[in-house]
């Protein structure tokens, strides 16, 4: 079966850098997204890994690893805002999405 | 008004009822979607259309009935529905089907509560 998995909570200290992981085991792989979701909104657009290496986009990073089914989504100089909830979604060789369960972020000051 | 819509955030309707969800986007996109989204489980795909034709359908109960007019419009018509067909509702787009990239733009959701 396809599937994806990634921590259901995490803890992190704003200012600091938390790593958020995610695994995958899927039919095919035509690219793996990352999308943020605040409580009671919808899940917005983060980043996008096609090929093996590191994705920078300002304080995110994202990072992707094809041979060991792997990504992980690394935050910076973490904010207050960025706690949310952070879904890892793998498109298979039917280009469906398949979504992983999400890793809720708490930011303590 | 930009991006994508949905109409109503919130729905509450006993079992006997039937009910509509809409949504809307304003992008134009060519793909729609149709999720649930249950408390601490991943994203279920529900419906995709492609240029207004219904490409996939996971196995979802037939008291669930997606409509989509034309490619900026999709319906997601309810009857029937038990306590735990409960959860938010999202819709989504892309610009097309498939292709590099291509990333879905979601919509606020519908939270269906099921008396």
């Known amino acids: 079966g396809q599937n994806i998995d990634q921590p259901t909570e995490m803890t992190a200290t704003e200012g600091a850098i938390v790593q958020i992981n995610c695994t995958y085991q899927t039919s095919g792989f035509n690219g793996l997204f990352w999308y943020q979701q605040h409580a009671g909104e919808a899940p917005t657009f983060l980043s996008y890994?096609?090929l093996d290496g590191l994705e920078e986009k300002g304080r995110f990073s994202s990072f992707l690893s094809r041979s060991k089914g792997y990504s992980y989504l690394l935050l910076k100089e973490l904010q207050m805002k960025d706690s949310a909830s952070y879904l890892c979604?793998?498109?298979?060789?039917?280009?469906?999405?398949?979504w992983g369960a999400g890793t809720k972020l708490i930011i303590k000051p | 008004e930009t991006g994508v819509t949905q109409t109503p955030r919130h729905l509450v309707m006993g079992m006997t009822n039937k009910k509509s969800l809409k949504c809307e986007q304003h992008l134009g996109h060519n793909a729609m979607y149709w999720y649930k989204q249950s408390a601490k489980k991943p994203l279920e795909l529900m419906f995709v259309y492609s240029l207004e034709e219904r490409v996939e359908n996971n196995s979802v109960p037939s008291r669930f009935s997606p409509e989509c007019p034309n490619s900026s419009h999709l319906f997601l018509h309810l009857h029937t529905l038990q306590p735990e067909d409960s959860a938010l509702y999202l819709c989504?787009?892309?610009?097309?089907?498939?292709?590099?990239?291509?990333?879905?733009?979601f919509g606020p959701g519908t939270r269906l509560t099921v008396l």
């Open positions: 979604a793998v498109r298979d060789s039917n280009y469906q999405l398949i």
């Open positions: 989504a787009s892309s610009l097309i089907l498939a292709g590099e990239g291509n990333e879905q733009f």
């Open positions: 890994n096609v």
